[in-house]
């Protein structure tokens, strides 16, 4: 495991708590992205649940540097001991070139998984559907950052391993943007999954786009992070 990949990690949640409004909400956040109970989280810490628990609801004053060294190193040492999922998420990440404000989750699957099993993951709703009807990855990205900071050449690895994929594109707002952008990168994904969207609100060419590089399109409006836990399992 790249003890890059646990450096990079450990700066960033550690700098999103220290810099946040609500030090204590931002730590629950990483707490449960980690899929820690304050039980366990303590444990690692020797200190009681109702230490972290007073840290999470800021009964206690916000936690200074060393507290939050601590805690990070917490989470990242019980990941290590589960077999480092998150850790190799991110390091996937990073190995593919991209910060995470950019990729939120870039993953590829042992076999080949139905196209409606990541939909249901998702929580999705198919708007056109594709020529193929299975992925062996996904990749998610956040469309603001993509659109505005990748090249072609870097846009294009965000497919990973295998452009038979299913790309998931957040901060959607009419989808005119992600779609346009994906049509100078060839080849297409096997999916494209617009973030944050209703289908009443997707822009009026959106399906014909889908239609003529013959991927399947869907809409998503699910938590962000209650999906991406989800496709965790996948």
Do not use: C
Request: proline share 3%; aromatic share 6%.
């Amino acid at each position: 495991m790249s003890q890059r990949a646990r450096e990079e990690l450990a700066r960033r949640i550690a700098g999103e708590i220290t810099l946040s409004d609500d030090p204590g909400a931002t730590l629950r956040k990483w707490r449960t992205d980690f899929d820690v109970s304050q039980t366990e989280l303590a444990g690692q810490l020797d200190v009681s649940s109702s230490v972290v628990s007073d840290y999470e609801s800021g009964r206690r004053e916000s936690p200074g540097i060393g507290v939050v060294r601590r805690t990070v190193e917490a989470l990242l040492d019980i990941d290590v001991d589960r077999g480092g999922d998150r850790l190799r998420q991110h390091a996937r990440v990073l190995s593919a070139g991209f910060e995470s404000d950019v990729v939120h989750d870039l993953r590829e699957y042992s076999t080949a998984v139905p196209l409606s099993t990541f939909h249901e993951a998702m929580g999705a709703t198919e708007i056109e559907s594709g020529d193929r009807d299975r992925i062996y990855g996904h990749t998610v990205i956040n469309s603001i950052q993509a659109i505005s900071r990748l090249s072609s050449e870097e846009f294009y690895r965000l497919y990973g391993q295998s452009t038979n994929r299913a790309l998931v594109f957040t901060n959607v707002t009419r989808g005119e943007s992600p779609l346009v952008a994906l049509r100078v990168v060839t080849p297409t994904p096997n999916a494209v999954v617009l973030h944050g969207i209703e289908e009443p609100d997707l822009w009026e060419h959106a399906a014909d786009l889908a239609r003529a590089d013959g991927f399947s399109l869907a809409v998503a409006t699910r938590d962000l992070d209650e999906s991406l836990e989800t496709l965790r399992d996948l």
